[in-house]
């Protein structure tokens, strides 16, 4: 199976239904489209200040829509999946394991940010030009530590992932 390594909260975010497109600066392959790949949490670990912010955005773009205004600086996520788990995140930091295969998903068809009609999820502009619609996102009942990578790549068999965790112990 092949997989995408994404930085921690985002993830954990799209495990739980809160983050239905991953933005990249490149173009899925097209052999991938439709295709379930394995989400994997990078091992970056997230600073508590990100977290605010996440929730700060969250809760600003929340207010804006409740008060029927246009919303200034989307985020591209669930508001209120995303603020119980963010909120949460702050004091249980393992919500957000890392470098570890978390589950599955369906990629889609990725379209230019302006095309998808879904907001953007970064403030880096060279990093927002491709959506990747994902869908049945289907959650591992508990992570599997695994060695990941840049771009997309094969998830290792019983026997190589035994040799990784080995090497990285």
């Known amino acids: 199976m092949k997989?995408?390594?994404i930085w921690q909260p985002w993830a954990s975010l799209i495990m739980i239904g809160a983050k239905p497109i991953e933005w990249r600066s490149w173009y899925a392959p097209r052999s991938m489209h439709g295709q379930r790949i394995g989400i994997h949490a990078g091992t970056r670990k997230v600073a508590k200040i990100e977290v605010y912010q996440l929730?700060?955005?969250?809760?600003h773009e929340g207010r804006q829509h409740l008060a029927g205004e246009p919303i200034d600086h989307p985020?591209?996520?669930d508001i209120p999946i995303a603020l119980d788990f963010l909120s949460t995140l702050l004091t249980a930091p393992e919500l957000a394991p890392l470098s570890c295969l978390l589950g599955t998903a369906v990629i889609g068809e990725p379209r230019l940010a302006a095309d998808h009609g879904y907001p953007v999820d970064s403030d880096r502009l060279e990093e927002?030009?491709?959506g990747w619609p994902l869908s049945d996102v289907q959650p591992l009942a508990e992570p599997v530590w695994v060695k990941g990578r840049q771009g997309f790549w094969t998830l290792p068999d019983a026997a190589d992932a035994a040799r990784m965790f080995v090497e990285a112990a």
């Open 55 to 59: 929730i700060t955005d969250c809760i």
């Open 128 to 130: 927002q030009n491709w």
């Open 3 to 5: 997989c995408l390594t």
């Open 75 to 77: 985020t591209g996520l």
